[in-house]
C-alpha cells in the first residue's frame, strides 16, 4: 500500500474514533439530562432500570426517554385507589372527586351497573375465576401510579388490598388513606 493510501486510511480510523468518541460525550450528556429530569419527577421503574444500560442506546433512542421524562412532568398526578370492591360506590365518588378538585388522574376499580348480567354487590373478579389477573392487573396500576390512596371504609383493609399496600410501600409509592388506620401508622 503506498503513502497516500496509507494516510487516507488512518485519517479514516482517526475520523471515525472522534466520532465514536463525540458520540458517547453526546449520551453521557443525555444521560445527565435524563437523571436531572428524574430528580425533578419520578419516572416509572422501568426507565430507571433503563438508565443503567443507556450506553446500549443511540442518541435518537436517548432523546425518546428525554421527550417521555419531559411529558411526565407535565402530567396530572396520578393516584390508584385501592380497596375492597364492596366500596365500590365510594370508589367512584373518591374518583370524581379527586379528578374534579385536584385534577389528578384516578386509576382504580370499576363500577358495574345492576343492569350488568348477572352482577354481584362485590367479588365478582372471584365469582368469575379472574381473580388473581384482576390483582396482578391492579399492581401494573400501582407501578404508572404517583401514590396510592386507601379506601378503608371503616378500617376495613382485606387480604388483597393489603397485598396492595405492601407492594406501594415496596415500590417506594406515597400511601394515603381515607380513614386513619393504626396498623399503618407512619405511612
Known amino acids: 500500500m503506498d503513502k497516500t493510501k496509507r494516510k487516507k486510511k488512518s485519517e479514516l480510523i482517526a475520523g471515525l474514533k472522534r466520532g465514536k468518541r ?4 453526546l449520551m453521557e450528556e443525555m444521560r445527565v439530562k435524563l437523571i436531572m429530569a428524574n430528580e425533578q419527577h419520578t419516572i416509572d421503574q422501568r426507565n430507571i432500570e433503563h ?20 411529558m411526565r412532568k407535565s402530567l396530572p398526578k396520578i393516584v390508584c385507589l385501592c380497596g375492597s370492591t364492596r366500596f365500590i360506590e365510594t370508589f367512584a365518588i373518591l374518583a ?3 379528578e374534579r378538585d385536584n385534577g389528578c388522574i384516578v386509576l382504580g376499580l370499576h363500577y ?3 343492569t350488568y348480567p348477572d352482577v354481584m354487590p362485590d367479588h365478582m373478579a372471584e365469582a368469575e375465576g379472574v381473580a388473581q389477573k384482576m390483582d396482578d392487573l391492579h399492581k401494573r396500576k400501582i407501578d404508572l401510579a ?8 371503616g378500617g376495613y383493609i382485606g387480604d388483597s388490598t393489603k397485598s396492595e ?10 400511601v ?4 386513619p388506620d ?3 401508622k407512619g405511612q
Not at 463525540?22 to 460525550?25: D, G, I, Q, Y
Not at 443507556?54 to 421524562?69: H, P, S, V
Open 96 to 98: 370524581w372527586e379527586l
Open 112 to 114: 358495574l351497573p345492576p
Open 146 to 153: 404517583d401514590e396510592i390512596f386507601v379506601v378503608n371504609v
Open 165 to 174: 399496600i405492601m407492594y406501594a410501600i415496596g415500590a417506594g409509592k406515597p
Open 182 to 184: 393504626k396498623q399503618w
Open 22 to 25: 463525540a458520540a458517547r460525550l
Open 176 to 179: 394515603l388513606w381515607l380513614e
Open 51 to 70: 438508565l443503567q444500560t443507556l450506553q446500549k442506546y443511540t442518541a435518537q433512542e436517548l432523546g425518546r426517554y428525554m421527550r417521555i421524562a419531559q
